[in-house]
């Protein structure tokens, strides 16, 4: 080994005995705050003894005060339950006399009731008898009624259906009028809304698997398609009809699929509030002017365009 090495070695070896000095340091250090920590613990611990001592002592006194409540609480408790068992035992003799006073008395009763029930039970007897008899009577009597109220139900009946028959062949007739007075003046009156109508058809019908569709005025240009319902009396219903008939007027009619359609209303006589569910709902709305027929819309007005 030559001296260099030798050097480098020893010179190790000071170096760790400086590390070992150093945590020899540390350790003394640490080993004297544990002792002063231990020493405080010791003194905690008693300081809670003595506390813990006291606390004991208290205890033990309060132990003795609840032992001492305790005696006087079960002498009162005995004092208190021998006198309640006194009081049930003078109950339970006076509860055993009523009950002997109830029995002979329900006995009574008894007796009493089974003498009224033979009796009413012969009383119901003899009512029934007299409601049989009655009742034969107004079955009678009934059945005189129904073969009465019967000739008169079909009676009745033929006349509505005949009234029936003049109501319809009338409101027909007056909505045939009604479009009558309007599809002559449909070619005019959509002008001041620029539509000018080219043609105008009356009772456009249409029938298509199994479900059909009739349109009372159908005018028409090259842009536009208006649809327009006449009613001699138009009302709120009537309105609704209509707008379900503008939502299916493309599939029953597919040829004006590119055509703006509108929708319009007519009435000699307008219900109230017929008139404001049809502007609210875009359609035009047309009543009797002298002798003619005017547009009540506003100038204003934009018509639904469908």
């Known amino acids: 080994m030559d001296t260099q090495n030798i050097e480098k070695t020893f010179q190790q070896i000071l170096d760790t005995l400086a590390e070992l000095a150093e945590r020899s340091k540390e350790l003394t250090e640490s080993s004297k705050e544990l002792t002063e920590s231990s020493k405080e613990t010791d003194r905690q611990f008693k300081e809670t003894d003595a506390r813990l001592a006291k606390l004991f002592a208290e205890a033990s006194e309060r132990t003795k005060e609840t032992d001492r409540q305790f005696k006087e609480t079960d002498a009162k408790l005995e004092k208190l339950?021998?006198?309640?068992?006194?009081?049930?035992?003078?109950?339970?003799?006076?509860?055993?006399?009523?009950?002997?006073?109830?029995?002979?008395s329900f006995k009574e009763t008894d007796a009493r009731l089974d003498k009224r029930?033979?009796?009413?039970?012969?009383?119901?007897?003899?009512?029934?008898?007299?409601?049989?008899?009655?009742?034969?009577?107004?079955?009678?009597?009934?059945?005189?009624t129904d073969a009465s109220l019967d000739k008169r139900f079909r009676e009745t009946d033929r006349q509505l259906k005949e009234t029936g028959r003049k109501i319809d062949n009338l409101t027909g007739k007056w909505g045939r009028f009604v479009e009558g007075f309007v599809a002559p003046a449909a070619e005019?009156?959509?002008?001041?809304?620029?539509?000018?109508?080219?043609?105008?058809y009356q009772r456009v019908r249409k029938r298509q698997n199994g479900r059909g569709m009739e349109i009372d005025i159908l005018a028409i240009n090259a842009e536009y398609a208006v649809l327009i319902?006449?009613?001699?009396?138009?009302?709120?219903?009537?309105?609704?009809?209509?707008?379900?008939?503008?939502?299916?007027?493309?599939?029953?009619?597919?040829?004006?699929?590119?055509?703006k359609i509108v929708?319009?209303?007519?009435?000699?006589?307008?219900?109230?509030?017929?008139?404001?569910?049809?502007?609210?709902?875009?359609?035009?709305?047309?009543a009797?002017?002298?002798?003619?027929?005017?547009?009540?819309?506003?100038?204003?007005?934009?018509p639904k365009l469908l």
């Open 81 to 104: 339950f021998r006198e309640t068992d006194r009081q049930f035992k003078e109950t339970d003799a006076k509860l055993e006399k009523l009950f002997r006073e109830t029995a002979e």
């Open 117 to 144: 029930f033979e009796e009413t039970n012969k009383q119901f007897r003899e009512t029934d008898a007299s409601l049989d008899k009655r009742f034969r009577e107004t079955d009678k009597q009934f059945r005189e």
């Open 188 to 200: 005019w009156l959509f002008k001041e809304w620029d539509i000018e109508i080219h043609e105008v």
């Open 229 to 259: 319902e006449a009613k001699s009396t138009l009302g709120v219903d009537d309105v609704k009809e209509h707008l379900d008939r503008l939502a299916q007027f493309r599939e029953f009619f597919p040829q004006y699929g590119e055509r």
């Open 263 to 286: 929708g319009a209303v007519a009435g000699i006589v307008i219900e109230e509030g017929a008139d404001k569910f049809a502007y609210k709902n875009g359609l035009f709305v047309i």
């Open 288 to 302: 009797q002017s002298g002798e003619s027929v005017k547009i009540l819309n506003d100038p204003n007005f934009k």
